[in-house]
Structure formats: structure tokens, C-alpha cells
């Protein structure tokens, strides 16, 4: 044992409070991606629209224009000439109609569109063959579904494929977003060579690279496969230069081979907080080191995975300027589930149609070290003791992926 025992665990809300006002301070700088690169990415500013929607007065059929008045008293209007979608058209003549399709400015003089089918074709004249629609039918106003000047993407939107066509539909080729954190990642433990007696292959890098880099994150992964103080300094060293944020992975507890937290207090890391009251998770260790944040994770793969999600993809989320939060899910507990006072416990669960919405069941964990409950999960629960779970109350749940 050494000195580094956990005497005063945060609890949740308090560690991750703790950790977005870490995030707070390091607002990532601005770039411009190509819009096909960005799904995933942070609006890095507002997006106001520079044409309205639609940029005139359109047809929303194929068919016919013409002046309603004229229409009513003088049918059939002779048809002079056609106007298809990209035309400018001249003026509609008096007294006559237009061919018109869908999409195609509407021509001045004209104010009613009737689709093809409904009219009747009278030699090289047209009249409507079901009533005359009223007028102003089937035409879309200049700006009626938005206006030169509408926000369309706020600062700290994570884009999708719907703010890609509303922006490829203003001619933009591409967008301001935040730029990626750079993230190390780096595993710890003389398990992990590959000489070992007993090897361990090391499943939370490649784990973590997956999980942070999906959200963005620009990941580099690193080795320090030694339980030797020294040699684990040299490693951590390599990790932390270049990067933006470090997240680490075993060595954090208070067993003998566990100098992570030394290591950086010799380095001169300021501890944020050292153990939270969670369940897997608890020796999560936050510290800054010269204006990063640096995350040591537990090596137990069940429990990295927690802290990961519940603690750095937030903060990642926050300092790439994501200001949506991560989408919950609502599903009817088809189980109970307590936990011991002063703990935050997260237990995974799978999602299901029941038959009146979503329902979750438990997956069955055998703990911190386990990695295949979280592929047949869905989602996690978080309870407490003031917060137990009972069957047939609908819970949030938390997506894995
Ligand atoms: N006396 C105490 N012992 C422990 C405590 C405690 O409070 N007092 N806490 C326990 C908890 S909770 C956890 S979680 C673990 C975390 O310990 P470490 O963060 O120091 O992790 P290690 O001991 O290095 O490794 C734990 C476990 O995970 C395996 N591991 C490590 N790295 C990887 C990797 N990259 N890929 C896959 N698996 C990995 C490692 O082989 C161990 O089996 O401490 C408890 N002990
Ligand atoms: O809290 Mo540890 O992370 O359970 O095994």
C-alpha cells in the first residue's frame, strides 16, 4: 500500500461538475471542414441564412399558371409557352396560361397553379377539369419556410446529415467547427507486454480509441507495459506531449505497482479529485498538468469504460463546444435494483419494444473487470439509494454507443 488511499471520494455530480469546469477553461480553436466531413463535428459559430427558402415564388406541381380572374372568366386560356425549375421567366401574357413544373419560378401575372391532371386540354388551350383551385394554390411563397437573415446552425451544434442539406442547400461547400481534441491514451501495466508470464492483451486502448474517437476526438495510443516507476515516467512523458487531453488506464489504485498518481504529482499535476463514489469506477483520478486535463481511468476494463463515458466523453463533448446534451432514453424498468447509501451505481441494460414504448432488462455483470456485458447492452442506468429502481417505473438510459 502507499499513501495515495482514497480518504475523500466526490461524489457523482460533483466529480463531473468538477470535470466540465476543467473543459470550461480550454475551448477548442476554430477550422472549416468540407461539408461531406461533417457529421460528428461542432458548429464553431451560428450560420445564418443568406437566401430565403425558397429564394421566389415557386410551382409545387406540375401543370399549369395562370391569372385566377382570367381563369374563372375566360376559360380555356390559350397556353403560351413552359417554364421548367433554373428558368427565369418572362411575364405570363394576358389572358393566357403557362406549362409549368414543379419547382419553376412562378411567372409575374400569374397567381394560381394547377396540376396537370386536373386540367383539361382544349386543342392548344386549357381549363380546369375539376374546380378551379383557389387562388394562390400550389405555390410556395418566397421565404415561407425561412427567411435571408434565420439562424439555420447554432454555435455548439454536433452536425448531421440535416444540417448538411440545409447548408449544401444555401451553395455553402463547407463549415466553421471546432477542431478535434487531441487525445493520448495510455495503458499501464507490466501485464501488458507481450513477454509477460501472464500477458494480458490490453483492450482499453484500443476500447478508448474506438469510444472518444467516435465522438470526434483525434486519438493516439500509447504503451507503458512496466510496473518500473521510472520507465512508466518516460511513457507518460511521451504520452502527454502533443496532446490536449491524456486519459491513462490502471497503476491508480493503491496497490504497490500503482505510481500513476505519483508520478504526476512529481511532475507537478494538481489533483482535481482523487476517487468518486461510483460503481465500477472508483479510483478515477483527475489532475491538470500545464493546462491539460488528465484523466486516470481504473485498468479494469468494465470500469474504464464507465468512467469514459460517464466522465471524459462529456468533458470531450464540452471542450469541442457541444452545447446539446447526450441524448437520453426513456424505457419502463422491467426490474429492481437498489444501491448502497452514498454510491452512484451504473448498471447496463438492453432496450426493447414492450408493448406500450421502450422497456430495458438488466444484463448480468460480473463487475469491474467485465467486457462483454456492454455488447449486449444497450444503454446504462445510474441508481442511488435515494434513486433505487423499481419495476414498471420509467427510467433514463444512457446510450453506449
Ligand atoms: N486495496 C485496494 N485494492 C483495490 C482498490 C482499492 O480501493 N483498494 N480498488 C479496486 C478497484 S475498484 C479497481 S477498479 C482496481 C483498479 O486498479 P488499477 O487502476 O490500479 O488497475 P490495475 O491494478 O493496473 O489493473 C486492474 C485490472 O485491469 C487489468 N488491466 C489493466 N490495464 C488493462 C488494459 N489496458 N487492458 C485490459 N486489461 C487491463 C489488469 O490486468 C487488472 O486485472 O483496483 C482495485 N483494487
Ligand atoms: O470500482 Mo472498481 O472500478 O469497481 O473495480
Do not use: K
Amino acid at each position: 500500500m502507499n499513501g495515495n488511499a482514497f480518504t475523500r471520494l466526490v461524489d457523482y455530480p460533483t466529480a463531473l461538475r468538477l470535470v466540465l469546469a476543467c473543459a470550461a477553461g480550454s475551448a477548442r480553436p476554430m477550422t472549416r471542414v468540407p461539408l461531406a466531413q461533417a457529421t460528428g463535428r461542432v458548429a464553431a459559430a451560428d450560420i445564418l441564412a443568406t437566401t430565403c427558402r425558397p429564394p421566389a415564388d415557386i410551382s409545387a406541381m406540375d401543370g399549369y399558371a395562370f391569372a385566377h380572374d382570367a381563369m374563372a372568366a375566360h376559360a380555356p386560356l390559350p397556353v403560351a409557352g413552359r417554364t421548367v425549375a433554373g428558368d427565369r421567366p418572362e411575364p405570363l401574357a394576358p389572358g393566357h396560361a403557362r406549362a409549368i413544373l414543379t419547382g419553376a419560378r412562378i411567372p409575374a401575372g400569374a397567381d394560381c397553379v394547377m396540376a396537370a391532371e386536373r386540367m383539361a386540354v382544349v386543342g392548344h388551350a386549357v381549363a380546369p377539369a375539376t374546380p378551379l383551385a383557389a387562388r394562390g394554390a400550389n405555390i410556395r411563397r418566397q421565404g415561407e419556410e425561412f427567411a435571408t437573415g434565420t439562424r439555420l446552425v447554432a454555435r455548439g451544434q454536433v452536425l448531421d446529415w440535416r444540417h448538411v442539406a440545409l447548408l449544401a442547400a444555401q451553395g455553402l461547400r463547407d463549415v466553421p467547427v471546432t477542431r478535434r481534441p487531441r487525445v493520448s491514451v495510455l495503458s499501464n501495466g507490466a501485464e501488458l507486454a507481450a513477454g509477460a508470464a501472464s500477458a494480458c492483451p490490453d483492450s482499453n486502448a484500443p476500447m478508448l480509441a474506438s469510444m472518444l474517437g467516435a465522438i470526434g476526438a483525434r486519438v493516439s495510443t500509447h504503451a507503458a507495459p512496466t510496473d518500473d516507476v521510472a520507465a512508466q515516467a518516460v511513457h507518460l512523458r511521451a504520452a502527454i506531449g502533443g496532446a490536449d487531453i491524456v486519459v491513462t488506464t490502471g497503476g491508480i489504485s493503491v496497490g504497490g505497482t500503482d505510481h500513476m498518481l505519483d508520478i504526476l504529482r512529481d511532475m507537478g499535476a494538481d489533483v482535481v479529485f482523487r476517487g468518486v463514489a461510483i460503481r465500477p469506477g472508483r479510483p478515477l483520478t483527475v489532475l491538470e498538468l500545464g493546462g491539460r486535463t488528465i484523466f486516470c481511468l481504473p485498468g479494469n476494463p468494465g470500469a474504464a469504460a464507465i468512467c469514459a463515458l460517464m466522465f471524459v466523453r462529456p468533458y470531450l463533448r464540452t471542450v469541442m463546444g457541444a452545447d446539446t446534451p447526450q441524448p437520453a432514453i426513456p424505457a419502463t424498468a422491467g426490474f429492481t435494483a437498489d444501491a448502497p447509501a452514498g454510491v452512484t451505481q451504473f448498471i447496463p441494460v438492453t432496450l426493447h419494444h414492450g408493448p406500450d414504448g421502450a422497456c430495458c432488462r438488466r444484463v448480468p455483470t460480473v463487475g469491474a473487470s467485465d467486457i462483454i456485458a456492454f455488447s449486449r447492452a444497450d444503454a446504462l442506468l445510474a441508481v442511488t439509494a435515494e434513486n433505487p429502481i423499481r419495476a414498471g417505473q420509467v427510467v433514463w438510459g444512457m446510450p453506449l454507443s
